[in-house]
Nanobody, 124 residues
Framework: VQLVETGGGVVQAEDSLRLSCAAS????????MGWFRQAPGKEREFVAS????????DYSDSVKGRFTISRDSAKNTVYLQMNSLRPEDTAVYYC??????????????????WGKGTLVTVSS
């Protein structure tokens, strides 16, 4: 299993970014996928998740209405569209695979594979 995140960078407040997570080594459509983030000195926190078929999504309250998670089964890729970015969104963003085929975890312990992360820095 391999997960590779791309798309991070340095942006200003209110800008947008789209993160991508390319997945390989497993049957992509079988698993829910999630985005988490970790700011310096803080624990990894849930951002968004999407079911294997893409029909269900879940968001943390802090990003609801600003971020959109999606997936493309033809490309084995999960996306996180981030709009109206804020300085408090600054973090390393990680893509993870849910360890269960039937859940959408909000807890990082519910993920069994992670990518190496991509850094998003939002300046005010």
């Amino acid at each position: 299993v391999q997960l590779v995140e791309t798309g991070g960078g340095v942006v200003q407040a209110e800008d947008s970014l789209r993160l991508s997570c390319a997945a390989s080594g497993f049957t992509f459509s079988y698993y829910s996928m999630g985005w988490f983030r970790q700011a310096p000195g803080k624990e990894r926190e849930f951002v968004a998740s999407i079911s294997g078929g893409g029909g269900s999504t879940d968001y943390s309250d802090s990003v609801k209405g600003r971020f959109t998670i999606s997936r493309d089964s033809a490309k084995n890729t999960v996306y996180l569209q981030m709009n109206s970015l804020r300085p408090e969104d600054t973090a390393v963003y990680y893509c993870g695979r849910d360890r269960s085929r039937y859940s959408m975890s909000r807890n990082s312990a519910g993920m069994d594979y992670w990518g190496k992360g991509t850094l998003v820095t939002v300046s005010s």
